[in-house]
């Protein structure tokens, strides 16, 4: 057997000897840089529709409002009120953990998001705070605008800290990820609804698969959740951002560090959805309907 290369750092011909008998680190370099490349040269992937339902009319309008719950799921493409995506195994894990058993348990599942929604009492207080302050000023309030409007209504400051660092660390993420194009910096969360609302869409569609309604109650259930939900939001990135924020917030209760936003983001899919290149039904179709 042939002896390892010995590395004298005085001698070129040694050092050069070395570096080639570590053949396997540059192999592995080497795939490294070449996947990054492929990635970076290959499109981006684009949004599929199902064939059977429009793409254009209202009803594709209204039910894009759930793109991002139908597609993170995922139960079937974006229009497809059907969600006919759902095998057997994903149908039972879907009725356990939302615990839809029946078709009462599916509409009150649905009238829960688009009530109480996925509420904490004390940051819907600070989120109004902000609109309020962003609607004087004109403009997105800075960090410690907010902060100062939040203690002046009496809440306690260490507590409207922590939640005006999460909220604003995660917008940023959300911003550098999905493109200042769409997330303009004119946009900021004043309401987390975002993600029950999509929840709610998604659920519709989930309700159809597992028998509980068929397509034209689901039509009509979803355009009641568009009509309500709408007058909340600007545009599809408003609502993508209050989605997604939401999203992040809810499943790390708050507490948002680099980790946690990287377990709970939804920015590709967000990205997607609002790039004409892509086919996303966010970027041709209308907010106001």
């Given at each position: ?164 660092t999460a ?46 309604g068929d ?75």
């Open positions: 057997m042939r002896p390892a290369a010995r590395l004298d750092l005085n001698d070129l011909g040694s050092l050069l000897e070395w570096l080639v008998a570590q053949w396997w680190v540059w192999a592995i370099v080497g795939a490294v840089v070449l996947f990054f490349i492929v990635i970076w040269i290959l499109p981006a992937s684009k949004v599929k529709a199902d064939e059977r339902f429009s793409t254009t009319d209202r009803e594709a309008n209204e039910l894009a409002l759930g793109f991002l719950q139908i597609v993170n799921l995922p139960s079937g493409h974006w229009n497809d009120p059907t969600a006919s995506a759902l095998g057997d195994r994903e149908k039972k894990v879907l009725v356990e953990q939302w615990g839809v058993y029946s078709r009462q348990d599916w509409l009150d599942n649905i009238e829960r998001l688009v009530t109480v929604r996925r509420r904490r009492e004390m940051w819907v207080l600070y989120l109004a705070v902000r609109a309020q302050l962003g609607e004087r000023l004109g403009r997105a309030p800075k960090a410690k605008e907010w902060l100062n409007a939040i203690v002046a209504e009496g809440g306690d400051k260490r507590d409207a800290r922590a939640f005006v909220i604003e660390y995660t917008e940023a993420q959300v911003r550098k990820r999905v493109g200042k194009d769409i997330v303009t910096p004119d946009l900021y969360v004043k309401t987390l609804d975002g993600y029950a609302i999509g929840q709610a869409v998604g659920m519709t569609t989930w309700g159809v698969a597992l028998g509980h397509i034209p109650e689901a039509r009509q259930i979803i355009h009641r959740i568009n009509e309500e939900a709408r007058p909340a939001f600007s545009s599809w990135a408003d609502f993508g951002l209050s989605y997604n924020v939401g999203r992040v917030m809810h499943w790390s209760d708050g507490n948002v560090d680099e980790k946690a936003f990287e377990k709970f983001e939804g920015c590709n899919d967000f990205q997607a959805a609002a790039t004409a290149k892509r086919n996303g039904p966010w970027a041709t179709l209308p907010w106001r309907l």
